[in-house]
């Protein structure tokens, strides 16, 4: 009695607490307004020097020391399938963890940390293409536009 439960939501890819709102930080990639559990982000940095990796992924922008931890830094908007942004002066890099290394999420802009509302989420819409679609798990309607949600997981996948 009196403490919290974890609950694990299998269709948002995030983890909630009892009593406790699942919080997003959002941003811009390829134009598109996304999501991600706050919970899933370990740091969000400027873009750094970064070595690429050849033979690898062309979603794989290269690897960068961070803090003596070696880091794998993917363009979110090209694993998604989504046109990117040009390169300008507030494109970030979200920091996450996978199952055995770190991964730095290339967005061309964070927009800021929201409370994710159960009454305004719903399932993705069916239009939304192959690619970008196996990413999302839910979409939130916010002021005015759609917030993609992103299972961070399925981002992660390598592909076969």
């Excluded at 750094?48 to 290269?62: E, L």
């Excluded at 880091?71 to 979110?76: A, E, G, N, Q, R």
């Excluded at 908007?77 to 390169?87: D, T, V």
Aim: charged share 20%; proline share 8%; net charge neutral.
């Amino acid at each position: 009695m009196g403490t919290m439960e974890s609950t694990s939501d299998r269709h948002a890819g995030t983890t909630a607490v009892k009593g406790k709102k699942t919080q997003l930080v959002t941003f811009l990639v390829g134009g598109a307004f996304c999501g991600i559990d706050i919970q899933r982000v370990q740091e969000i940095n400027k873009p750094a020097d970064w070595t690429p990796v050849p033979h690898a992924p062309s979603y794989v922008m290269g690897i960068f020391s961070l803090r003596g931890k070696m880091v794998t830094l993917i363009d979110l908007a090209r694993k998604m399938g989504i046109p990117p942004s040009p390169p300008g002066g507030e494109a970030r890099n979200i920091i996450v963890s996978a199952e055995t290394e770190t991964i730095g999420l290339r967005v061309e802009t964070v927009c800021g940390v929201i409370d994710l509302d159960p009454e305004k989420v719903s399932p993705p819409p069916a239009n939304l293409g192959p690619i970008q679609g196996s990413y999302i798990s839910r979409v939130l309607r916010t002021e005015g536009r759609l917030l993609a949600v992103l299972d961070v997981d399925k981002v992660l996948e390598k592909e076969s």
